[in-house]
């Protein structure tokens, strides 16, 4: 706000615009200048007489909204002279350097800042508007536009658009919609949950599917938005035109911010972000793999390490993540200072309270990182271990208790990782059976979050869990210390929804047969007891439909990802009612179309699919047109 007198003074058009109110320009943390960009340093780098020409700027990536509020939601969009992202980094001077595409060389005097406009409205011809406001964008944020728009009214619908000052060059419309009053009694809520997006695995067709049936009315994605490897480490990009640039590894601030932008190309991703707002969190991906407070799987704190990496410290290459990841999603910044904080909640009416986790960059234990499973496995049943710090786990288990004591009907916490035990000595072998990175990495943590349902009868909890490319339905239970029938599902706290990836291959093999992925679906479902459905084999995604008395998920396969269409099989649907705490039984009504469903069975019917572009046969891992 102190920023405004002088804003006044270089608006191109002479409207009141605003530096700060672009959260991007405060963030990542705003009250250390060594962290965020000095928005005084960038004024006075900036030329005033030099205005752009609103017809060489350009609505790169359309427009996106997220966390919304009662009253407020974040709006998104990108208005900029290159599709190219911004090569400068921000320094400890507080401001980028300005790359000039043409010259391709840094210059110490940019251009007037962008300005522009956005508006509000309940109606899509936005004559109705409820919010409007002028802001700058510069290079120094990738020229990203992030605003809150305000003084909205609770679930309800809105339609949102940008406009270059004094121009008619104008974004995309996006639509987007506002939460429940926390005291409202919202009768029911539908969310699609999704993670593991890998763009050289796959087109986004899982985003786009929700968007055509318009059956939701949140995204929640539960990180792995985008993957850091070179397309020849880990992808086909090759084969079906989608090399994710730049074409190596990614360190710098700019190739983050590449990474993401590139991933922001494909259609079905801008689609949902323009009609969705989406409650994203991290995984390790969006920094690098098997990720945790000090390091990854791929980046020692070493002097060899660094100097293999190009330089690039664990520390620097988190923060390069971090900022790119903040100003390209349309996430809020709940604690302005608080850089890496994305653990957050949402009270959706008297309906639900969903709770998102950070199990992943924030302060986790050290994990597997592959040359060290043994040394994992040793200590992962260390009471001193934490997936989140103390700080987050003391604000989850308060959170989740304040839920239960509003009366909020259910409690929808959403986790990166896997909750459950599972058992894979199938694939792991005997010595080191259970997946260290996931809660079983972390037993006393995931005993933590037990005991505080268990021993204040905290129910309706349902926990969504990604990062393992597979589907995973179970009763929430804890196992060798509550009793619990894996028939009846007696002796549950709750339930765990395990999706699977919208393009990353299934982990027990890469275009793995049909028959062999539901082989070892039926030994996982049979050598696990509270696992009672399982699929590896369809990439995808899950839509979660709330009401009082019941939770519904209906889990959709994708018979294929290897080119972009809106084909989906739905394979499997499951009930809670409220009160259960646990899988309503038959579960999943004793029939699924994949996988392996304990006391159930599995039934592939083929489908005929109406695509606008002839009748297409679809039947399991086989498309025909008919
Ligand atoms: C604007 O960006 C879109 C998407 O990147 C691109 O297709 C289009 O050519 C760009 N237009 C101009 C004028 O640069
Ligand atoms: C899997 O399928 C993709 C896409 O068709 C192909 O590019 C890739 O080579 C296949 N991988 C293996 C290991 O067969
Ligand atoms: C930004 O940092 C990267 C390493 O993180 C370095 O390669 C690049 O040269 C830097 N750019 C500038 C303009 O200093
Ligand atoms: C990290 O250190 C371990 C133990 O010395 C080593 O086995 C591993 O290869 C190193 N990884 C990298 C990426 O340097
Ligand atoms: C995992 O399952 C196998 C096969 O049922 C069993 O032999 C082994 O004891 C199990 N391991 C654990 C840790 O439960
Ligand atoms: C967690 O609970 C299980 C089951 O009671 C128990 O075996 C394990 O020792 C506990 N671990 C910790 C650290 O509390
Ligand atoms: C899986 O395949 C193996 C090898 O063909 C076979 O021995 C086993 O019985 C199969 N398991 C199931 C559960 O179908
Ligand atoms: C799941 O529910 C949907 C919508 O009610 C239905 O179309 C579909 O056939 C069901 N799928 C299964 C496998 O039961
Ligand atoms: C589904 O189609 C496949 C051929 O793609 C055929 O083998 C199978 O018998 C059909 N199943 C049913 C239930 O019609
Ligand atoms: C329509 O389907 C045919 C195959 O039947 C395919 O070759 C063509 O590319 C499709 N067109 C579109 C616009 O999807």
Same mark, same amino acid.
């Given at each position: ?402 839920? @239960?004591?509003?009366? =909020?009907?259910? #409690?929808?916490? /959403?986790?990166?990782? %896997?909750? $459950? +035990?599972?058992?894979?000595? &199938? ?119 709330? @009401?009082?008395?019941? =939770?519904?998920? #209906?889990?959709? /396969?994708?018979?294929? %990802?290897? $080119? +972009?269409?809106?084909?989906? &099989? ?57």
């Amino acid at each position: 706000m102190k920023f405004q007198g002088l804003s006044l003074l270089l608006c191109v058009g002479g409207a009141s615009a605003n530096w700060a109110r672009n959260i991007n320009f405060r963030s990542p943390s705003e009250h250390h200048p060594a962290l965020g960009v000095s928005i005084h340093k960038v004024v006075k780098r900036t030329d005033p007489s030099s205005p752009w020409d609103p017809s060489k700027l350009n609505f790169t990536h359309g427009v996106a909204s997220g966390d919304p509020y009662p009253d407020s939601v974040i709006l998104w969009t990108r208005i900029a002279p290159s599709s190219d992202n911004d090569h400068s980094n921000v320094t400890v001077s507080g401001y980028a350097k300005l790359y000039n595409h043409d010259t391709e060389e840094y210059v110490s005097v940019s251009k007037a800042p962008v300005c522009v406009e956005y508006t509000v409205a309940t109606d899509d011809s936005c004559e109705d508007v409820v919010d409007s406001g002028t802001v700058y964008t510069s290079s120094d944020i990738d020229y990203t536009v992030k605003v809150e728009a305000k003084n909205l009214k609770p679930f309800t619908q809105y339609y949102y658009q940008f406009t270059v000052c004094n121009s008619d060059n104008k974004s995309p419309l996006g639509r987007t919609k506002t939460t429940p009053h926390a005291d409202d009694d919202v009768t029911k809520i539908g969310i699609a949950v999704y993670s593991c997006s890998n763009y050289p695995f796959g087109f986004f067709n899982a985003f786009g599917n929700p968007v055509r049936k318009d059956s939701v009315d949140y995204v929640v994605h539960l990180g792995d938005y985008i993957y850091e490897y070179a397309n020849g480490e880990y992808g086909w990009g090759q084969s079906i035109g989608r090399i994710p640039l730049p074409d190596k590894q990614i360190y710098s601030l700019y190739d983050y911010r590449k990474r993401i932008a590139t991933y922001r190309t494909d259609l079905d991703l801008v689609a949902s972000h323009q009609q969705f707002p989406w409650i994203p969190v991290w995984d390790d991906h969006e920094v690098a793999d098997n990720t945790y407070r000090d390091g990854s799987s791929e980046l020692n704190n070493t002097e060899d390490s660094f100097i293999h990496d190009g330089g690039v410290s664990v520390d620097q290459r988190k923060m390069n993540a971090v900022r790119a990841y903040f100003e390209w999603m349309p996430i809020r910044q709940v604690e302005m200072d608080d850089n890496l904080r994305i653990w957050r909640s949402f009270s959706i009416g008297k309906l639900v309270d969903l709770v998102m986790l950070d199990t992943r960059q924030y302060d986790r234990s050290i994990t597997d990182l592959y040359w060290n499973t043994e040394y994992i496995h040793a200590i992962s049943n260390d009471a001193g271990r934490s997936l989140m710090g103390s700080r987050q786990e003391n604000w989850f288990y308060d959170t989740i208790t304040k839920s @239960s004591k509003r009366g =909020a009907t259910w #409690r929808v916490i /959403g986790s990166q990782i %896997v909750f $459950s +035990r599972i058992n894979e000595s &199938i694939v792991f072998g005997d010595e080191d059976p259970l997946n260290y990175d996931s809660w079983d990495g972390y037993q006393a943590n995931r005993n933590r979050t037990l005991s505080l349902l268990y021993d204040n009868d905290i129910g309706n909890n349902i926990f969504l869990s990604g990062d393992s490319h597979a589907s995973w339905v179970s009763d929430l239970v804890w196992l060798g210390e509550k009793e619990y029938d894996k028939t009846t599902g007696e002796g549950a706290i709750g339930v765990e929804f395990g999706g699977s990836a919208v393009t990353s291959p299934c982990p027990y093999g890469a275009n793995i047969s049909l028959a062999q992925a539901n082989n070892y679906s039926t030994w996982l479902q049979t050598n696990n007891d509270e696992l009672q459905w399982q699929d590896l084999y369809y990439r995808g995604y899950y839509e979660l439909h709330l @009401s009082h008395d019941s =939770a519904e998920a #209906r889990y959709f /396969g994708l018979p294929t %990802v290897v $080119s +972009r269409n809106s084909w989906e &099989i739905p394979i499997a649907n499951f009930t809670v009612k409220s009160g259960a705490n646990k899988l309503q039984r038959p579960v999943a009504g004793g029939v699924v179309e994949s996988g392996s469903l304990k006391g159930g069975k599995v039934v592939q019917t083929n489908l005929t699919v109406d695509t606008g572009n002839g009748t297409w046969f679809v039947s399991h891992a086989n498309l025909e047109v008919l």
